[in-house]
């Protein structure tokens, strides 16, 4: 079961429309190549793959009669050739960050040539400062001079449970490590908080005083589904969304860095597969097969879409958008020897590009009159 809109909005905020539909590759063996992550920035996506491939798709007019499309630009294997587990990009330095095998290599975008930082060991996970990531290059001074990037922080989990602190420029530093028990299996960070979660509980460590407490449980019930596994969402500089499955549903609470509940609590009939943040609203994917969008601000259900299949392509299912238009994405498609079954949502910070023909039918042409230097104005049409 899911929940109808308990007040439907006239214009939903979402659309659902295939990205990218064939990927051709080659097969391991027997086994397909499975598609494990991916992340977007403005008209290129990059995909991590099982064979430890990363491939790098771009939006492209390849015919001008023809509306533009994802394609593939460049394939990279990483070393080792293991599974890609995670994709992190930094636009404000130009990098990507990559998790393969208990390691973070580290890229150049948009054109994937290894940047020169020898990998990080040793990894369970990592967490970028969100408010970093939110960063955008150049930034300018008051004057409008370009300002050289600035340091980005990231938090490494290690196996031996610690938590190793990073900042990363022109070369990576290593700043310190705060000793913690093992057992860490998701974090996320904003600022000098971090929201940390073992298979029991979610924690709050203060990085700068390595002080660390829990604020709740992962599971309220005594028989957890294996699928109940933690969810951590940077909402603000100062509000993580953690969830909490009570044997009959599952309760989404926004806290604070210093533990405390605000606002009001999210509810889903079971799950959720995957949680995505785009201000002002929460995508969710269920196990029932569709995507639930909550609204932060009032926690109502705002709009519900089916989510897709491997049998099926993607329709919209809501009002059209345009090109340009920045969402959350769904990992779902058909591919040839890359198997690219239902995996999650994807948010990409960033944004990124959706072609699209809808309200198309909007453009038509109008007059302008342009001002000569000398002479009467003289009327142009253009496109509108």
């Known amino acids: 079961m899911t929940y109808a809109p308990q007040n439907p909005i006239d214009v939903p905020p979402f659309q659902l429309q295939n990205l990218v539909s064939n990927i051709s590759g080659s097969t391991d063996g027997v086994a397909k190549i499975q598609l494990k992550c991916a992340q977007a920035w403005g008209s290129e996506i990059y995909a991590g793959c099982s064979n430890g491939e990363l491939i790098r798709f771009a939006l492209q007019a390849d015919d001008p009669n023809k509306l533009e499309s994802y394609t593939i630009l460049s394939r990279q294997i990483l070393p080792g050739e293991k599974p890609i587990d995670e994709i992190v990009l930094v636009p404000s330095l130009s990098r990507a960050l990559i998790l393969s095998d208990h390691q973070i290599y580290f890229y150049n975008i948009p054109s994937l040539d290894p940047f020169p930082i020898k990998p990080v060991r040793n990894v369970i996970t990592f967490a970028v400062d969100d408010q970093h990531l939110k960063r955008t290059f150049p930034t300018l001074s008051a004057a409008g001079v370009p300002l050289p990037p600035e340091a980005v922080d990231f938090s490494v989990v290690k196996r031996n449970g610690g938590i190793a602190l990073f900042t990363m420029k022109d070369r990576l530093v290593y700043t310190k490590e705060i000793p913690l028990h093992p057992g860490t299996i998701a974090a996320r960070r904003a600022g000098k908080t971090m929201c940390l979660a073992d298979r029991s509980f979610y924690s709050i460590l203060d990085l700068e005083a390595a002080s660390i407490f829990q604020v709740l449980p992962v599971s309220q ?135 699209s023909t809808q309200r198309s039918e909007k453009m038509s042409k109008v007059p302008v009159k342009l001002i000569r230097t000398h002479g009467e104005p003289e009327n142009v049409t253009a496109a509108n």
């Open 221 to 355: 019930a005594e028989d957890t589904p294996p699928s109940v596994r933690p969810s951590i969402t940077v909402i603000s500089k100062n509000e993580f969304l953690i969830l909490s499955w009570t044997g009959a549903s599952t309760l989404g609470l926004f806290i604070t860095s210093d533990g405390d509940p605000v606002r009001g609590t999210l509810e889903w009939p079971s799950y959720p597969e995957a949680i995505c943040l785009d201000y002002p609203y929460i995508t969710s994917l269920l196990p029932n097969n569709t995507i639930e969008i909550h609204s932060i601000e009032s926690q109502m259900i705002v709009q519900v879409i089916p989510a897709p299949t491997p049998s099926t392509s993607p329709t919209p299912s809501s009002p059209p958008g345009s090109a340009g238009h920045r969402r959350s994405g769904s990992t779902s498609s058909r591919g040839g020897d890359i198997d690219l079954r239902r995996l999650g949502l994807v948010s990409s910070i960033g944004g990124y590009m959706v072609p």
